[in-house]
């Protein structure tokens, strides 16, 4: 329950409290000035973000220690640590009909769903509650 939280935010996009899943990586509690990335996952059509909180275990395991010896004595673990949202895109009744894919719907009427822009409400969400890592600028190496 400290790791794997199942939480709402209120979506103006979307007009409704909008839920997502959030796994904090293993030292966020030991670690308070440590900054992380996100990681956010999308699901399938029909799914709903609460489906995927059980799989948070495939994220926690790696994140807590190596098969590697020598990671093993300097306590380091084989992935790096990270935070884990899994965001919700499912329908409500007569909003989509294929499921969202995290897009907004214009509609006949010109007032669809705004999934996509309920995407970013909820980055925003996450940046301003979690310890993230500011997003910064990597040069790629040369080929």
């Known amino acids: 329950g400290d790791y794997v939280k199942v939480e709402t935010y209120d979506s103006p996009a ?23 990335p996100v990681l956010y996952f999308l699901h399938g059509q029909g799914q709903k973000a609460r ?14 220690g190596s098969q590697d010896p020598e990671k093993q004595k300097k306590g380091e673990s084989d992935w790096q640590k990270m935070l884990v949202v899994f ?5 409500q009744p007569g909003e989509c009909y294929t499921g969202t894919f995290y ?22 969400v996450v940046e301003q509650k979690y310890r993230t890592k500011t997003p910064e600028l990597v040069k790629a190496p040369a080929p």
């Open 14 to 36: 979307l007009g409704r409290a909008q839920p997502y899943v959030v796994v904090l990586p293993p030292d966020y509690y030991k670690n308070p000035e440590a900054r992380y």
């Open 51 to 64: 489906d995927l909180a059980a799989s948070a275990l495939l994220f926690l395991s790696p994140e807590m």
């Open 87 to 91: 965001a919700d895109g499912e329908c």
């Open 103 to 124: 897009a907004d719907f214009v509609g006949t009427d010109g007032h669809g769903a705004r999934h996509g822009e309920a995407f970013f409400e909820l980055m925003r």
